[in-house]
Nanobody, 115 residues
């Protein structure tokens, strides 16, 4: 079993920035795809961004140009840099690791964009 630990959520004003972190033990992020998802109240969980083991990235249309996913292989951490945040970005953000046919989820971190 792999435990993912997320951090970095919080309250930010519209137009502000946050950086989310997802940490895992070992060098697992070097070998498996990782993605960030979010779920707002009353909505289904949706994919925000993903990064493959080779570093290829993919983004939802709604965050393209504002969010950046990256990984630090030394720190075994995947980041989601979120800029130009909008109230519509308010949600719980989850990190997901696709590991040996299993989807491993983090506990989630709340992001609230409000003035």
């Amino acid at each position: 079993q792999v435990d993912l630990v997320e951090s970095g959520g919080g309250l930010v004003q519209p137009g502000g920035s946050l950086r989310l972190s997802c940490a895992a033990p070992g060098r697992i992020f070097s070998s498996y795809p990782v993605s960030w998802h979010r779920q707002a109240p009353g909505n289904q969980r949706e994919l925000v961004a993903s990064i493959s083991s080779s570093g290829r990235t993919n983004y939802a249309t709604s965050v393209q140009g504002r969010f950046t996913i990256s990984k630090d292989k030394v720190k075994n951490t995947v980041y989601l840099q979120m800029n130009s945040l909008e109230p519509e970005d308010t949600a719980i953000y989850y990190c997901k690791l696709e590991w040996r046919g299993y989807d491993i989820w983090g506990q989630g971190t709340q992001v609230t964009v409000s003035s």
